[in-house]
């Protein structure tokens, strides 16, 4: 390819849509193992921007000493070998911290060391070394160095609303990495007048890793584990033996956590804790219209409309990509008493018009991050609000109830107990010990009537005799949106 005057200028553009690029994907690379939170994000953008300023820094001291053409294409060939070495080792190294190292801030600061600062480094270099370039004279200095940073900073929101509207909902993570490292390779080829042999033989080498990731993309969907990225998550199936059942349970995880599970030989819940969702029978006998916050393989819906033909349910699912895998994996069916509405939760609840007998909540599932604009004052008097006179909300939650490790539950409770007349928590695996770390179903009432404890249906009975009876302390601010630190909360119980 033949160099032009505006060489320069398309390299810098590329260069910093491949920053954005890489950037949002990392939160794909790092969200498997350490979630989404904002303790992940923090890491990730912080330490991303230090070595972009590193690599100005340096970059611009470089620049001084006798700038080359050919030393700019090293520096952008030095930065796709980068990252397609990190293709080839990201998943040992974050398996290694996820098992090792306890706490997501330290370990999610680590990973980001380890694997976006060498090629973000070197990505820095470029703006400051190409300016260095283009400059001929010290009239126009002003004008070049506005020019090349306004095109820099173009190809960066190029490169965000591309990576985010495009790229990561139809290519997996590995790919849109190899396709970054490539095109780094390919430039610092096309700046450089005669590429010597070490080049060429490193282009092999990432066509090689290239040809193993697909490899790799086809082998894991031959072998029952399917890896997918959506607009939202990074999502994995597979079948996990249940020695205690002889049977075999296929998983939903989301962002590396089981959000969902069924058997492949029955129908009946897997998870003790989507069994308590039929409190709901008990606490409103006769309900008819129900919504719940979070889909995943549509476990507890496909259940509940065998056990409730005369009632629907709507579901609010984000992903429309997670209810197209639960027809697909998880034997949902086409129900007219079942709807699925594809969008935030909060957004729902801002915009309905419709009323609920019940609302079940099923979307605090996470380990290192929760929909913290579901949590607030604000969210649970816009789920009040939808509710019918005697209507009932039905929340999972995961987490103690005393101690550390159960900030969470105890802010939760105070913020529910300032919209609803009545709250109380069945702890599920553990009813007696307040400090371990289980899912904890709470339960709502918009009623002012004294509910009672005891049931003759068996089931409810044993669902009933896990109610907390002991006082839950006081101590936890209400959540607002002004103010929810859930993320902080969340990050103590784990």
């Not at 033989?201 to 031959?222: E, Q």
């Not at 935030?344 to 909540?361: C, K, S, W």
């Not at 290192?368 to 909300?393: F, M, V």
């Not at 553990?430 to 089931?459: C, H, M, W, Y």
């Amino acid at each position: 390819m033949k160099r032009t005057n505006y060489t320069l200028e398309i390299t810098v553009f590329i260069v910093g849509a491949v920053i954005m690029i890489f950037e949002l994907v990392g939160s794909r690379v790092l969200g498997p193992y350490f979630g989404t939170s904002i303790f992940v994000w923090t890491s990730l953008i912080g330490i991303i921007l230090g070595s972009l300023s590193l690599g100005y820094y340096y970059g611009g001291h470089l620049a001084d000493k006798k700038p080359t053409i050919n030393k700019l294409a090293c520096i952008m060939f030095q930065a796709g070998v980068f990252i397609g070495l990190m293709i080839i080792c990201k998943d040992f190294l974050l398996q290694f911290l996820h098992t090792f190292l306890p706490g997501i801030r330290l370990s999610s600061v680590i990973a980001s060391v380890a694997l976006f600062f060498p090629a973000s480094f070197l990505l820095g270099m470029v703006a400051p070394y190409a300016a260095k370039l283009k400059l001929q004279n010290l009239k126009t200095a002003g004008r070049t160095l506005g020019n090349l940073y306004a095109i820099s900073t173009t190809g960066s929101i190029v490169g965000t609303f591309l990576c985010g509207f495009y790229l990561i909902p139809h290519f997996g993570t590995n790919v849109i990495l190899m396709s970054l490292a490539i095109t780094l390779v390919v430039i610092s080829i096309v700046l450089l007048a005669r590429p010597p042999k070490t080049i060429e033989i490193c282009v092999l080498l990432l066509c090689v890793v290239g040809w193993k990731v697909t490899s790799d993309v086809s082998l894991a969907s031959r072998d029952n584990f399917i890896d997918i990225d959506t607009a939202y998550n990074r999502i994995w199936i597979y079948d996990l033996e249940r020695p205690d059942r002889n049977a075999t349970v296929k998983i939903l995880g989301i962002n590396n956590e089981n959000h969902s599970s069924m058997f492949l030989d029955s129908d009946e819940l897997v998870n003790e804790y989507s069994k308590f969702y039929h409190l709901a029978r008990h606490f409103m006998p006769g309900f008819e219209k129900t919504v719940l916050f979070g889909g995943a393989g549509y476990s507890f819906p496909k259940d509940f409309l065998v056990q409730y033909p005369a009632a629907t349910m709507d579901v609010i699912e984000i992903d429309p990509k997670v209810t197209e895998l639960a027809k697909k994996y998880f034997r949902l069916k086409d129900d007219p008493r079942l709807t699925s509405y594809h969008q935030d939760g909060r957004v729902f609840l801002n915009t309905t018009d419709e009323t609920y007998d019940v609302v079940f909540g099923d979307a605090f599932g996470s380990q290192y991050s929760i929909p913290y604009q579901l949590t607030t004052q604000e969210a649970i008097q816009k789920t009040h609000d939808i509710l019918s006179d005697e209507g009932i909300a039905i929340v999972n939650i995961i987490s103690a109830i005393e101690g550390e490790s159960g900030e969470f539950l105890r802010a939760e409770v105070a913020t529910y107990k300032s919209i609803f007349p009545q709250v109380y928590v069945f702890p599920v695996q553990e009813p007696e010990v307040g400090t371990a770390l289980q899912n904890i179903i709470l339960v709502a009432l918009k009623s002012t009537e004294q509910p009672r404890f005891t049931s003759a249906d068996p089931s409810l009975h044993k669902y009933l005799s896990h109610l907390w009876e002991a006082e839950i302390a006081s101590d936890m601010p209400i959540l607002t949106d002004n103010f929810a630190p859930v993320d902080h909360y969340v990050s103590k119980a784990f």
